[in-house]
């Protein structure tokens, strides 16, 4: 099996991370880039269940992990003390998809796309690896080495979707 291009998408709370990602997978689709996405849930505790659920009694009873499918959907729970990225990573490769997206994960060492809201957020930029671009909410001064564009400037995601598409064929 081929590794799909992992790519992260990084920055601080409320930055424009999903906004971004949802307008980006819709683009992705349509170009038909196979894409699966990882978030990291940052808020504390663990992300909400509809505990009506067989699977989420399953779960509740004792059950280390339930997969429940129906008309091609996919739902698995997984209770377990912490998934390390890579866990997370191999799950998902098990879908075989050109390219995973990752929101979140700060430090991990993959290619990034880091998501700039104001000056303060700047120091991300000197404590991040491999950044291959930078989404500005408002004109800030970035390093000329690094691709940048305005949040909402459409050229950002057809830059995207062009260097995905140069990574996928590598």
């Given amino acids: 099996m081929v590794r799909p291009f992992i790519f992260q998408m990084v920055g601080y ?3 424009g991370k999903t906004t971004f990602i949802n307008k980006l997978l819709s683009r992705l689709k349509g170009e038909g880039i196979k894409t699966v996405t990882i978030k990291h849930h940052g808020h504390g505790g663990k992300p909400a269940v509809v505990e009506e659920t067989d699977s989420a009694q399953h779960i509740s009873a004792g059950a280390v992990a339930s997969l429940v499918e129906g008309g091609g959907r996919l739902i698995l729970q997984s209770e377990q003390m912490n998934w390390s990225l890579e866990e997370k990573l191999q ?3 098990i879908i075989h998809p050109d390219l995973i997206l990752i ?3 700060k430090h991990a060492d993959y290619p990034k796309l ?3 809201r104001k000056e303060e957020d700047l120091q991300l930029l000197e404590e991040l690896t491999h950044i291959e671009m930078v989404l ?3 004109p800030l ?4 080495k690094v691709t940048s564009f305005h949040r909402d400037d459409a050229e950002a995601v057809q830059w995207l979707i062009n260097f ?3 990574k996928i064929v590598e």
Avoid at 141 to 144: A, I, K, M, N, S
Wanted: proline residues 0%.
């Fill in 13 to 15: 709370h409320n930055s």
């Fill in 141 to 144: 001064e970035v390093l000329e």
């Fill in 103 to 105: 929101e979140g994960h």
């Fill in 114 to 116: 880091v998501f700039i």
């Fill in 91 to 93: 799950l998902m490769s």
């Fill in 136 to 138: 500005l909410q408002q």
């Fill in 164 to 166: 995905f598409h140069r």
